[in-house]
């Protein structure tokens, strides 16, 4: 058992090595990040606007932008259809939105309350039974 952990325990330091520029098999094509002294400023515009580029490629968010553009649309009619149909503005001020409000509470009562009941069907005569 003791051979098995001796087998398992590192065999150096936990630090990982030092990376050796020079024994790198993959070069640099340039040196990052350039001196913008050398550079012309159309060279530099071009850069810029590549940095810029991949930042917001990088930093995007689609999922969480969605989900945020979705909440405030859904707060800002919820708040907006709340304001207009049940919010109290006080004395005389009501008379704006009053015919949309009477209407509304017309359709919401109709959709939650039978007013017309439906007749019993009339059963068929029934026929004597032949014997």
Known sequence: ????LSRWSPLQSSEPPSFDF????????RTWPPDFTKLSEKHQFRLERRYKRRAQLKWARPNWMI???LAQYGLTTGVAAYAV???DWGEGNEEAF???RTWYHQQI???WSSTNPQRPRPRPASTPAES
Request: charged share 25%.
């Open 22 to 29: 020079e024994r790198n098999p993959y070069k640099a094509k």
């Open 67 to 69: 989900g945020t553009k």
């Open 109 to 111: 009562n109709s959709f």
């Open 1 to 4: 058992m003791l051979s098995t």
């Open 98 to 100: 009053r015919g949309l």
């Open 85 to 87: 149909l049940y919010m």
